[in-house]
């Protein structure tokens, strides 16, 4: 098992820049994720990385965003620069001991992402 606990949420104006992270707890996972939903809207795969640091994107943030791990802090982050209004949402970090592109069964309890244009 795993616990996640997010942080580093807030507000910033568009094309600005904001870094969260999830501390994980417990078992080291097979592969992290950051899916994020705003109001309205279904829930939507932002990144996700496995053990070795395979990393795959949104297309909606290639290029902007970039997820990371730091193994020896247990610690997941997530890199947004060149914000925009449509990246308001909040931001979940989800955990997996099967595949990434397998459902994920942890989930932290999510930081809020404002971005004001």
């Known amino acids: 098992q795993v616990q996640l606990v997010e942080s580093g949420g807030g507000s910033v104006q568009a094309g600005g820049s904001l870094r969260i992270s999830c501390a994980a707890y417990g078992y080291r996972p097979a592969c992290m994720a950051w899916f994020r939903q705003a109001p309205g809207k279904e829930r939507e795969r932002v990144a996700n990385?496995?053990?070795?640091?395979?990393?795959s994107y949104a297309d909606s943030v290639k290029g902007r965003f970039a997820i990371s791990q730091d193994n020896a802090k247990n610690t997941l982050y997530l890199q947004m620069n060149s914000l925009e209004p449509e990246d308001t949402a909040m931001y979940y970090c989800?955990?997996?001991?099967?595949?990434?592109?397998?459902?994920?069964?942890?989930w932290g309890q999510g930081t809020q992402v404002t971005v004001s244009s």
């Open positions: 989800a955990a997996t001991f099967g595949s990434c592109w397998g459902d994920f069964g942890y």
């Open positions: 990385i496995d053990r070795v640091g395979s990393t």
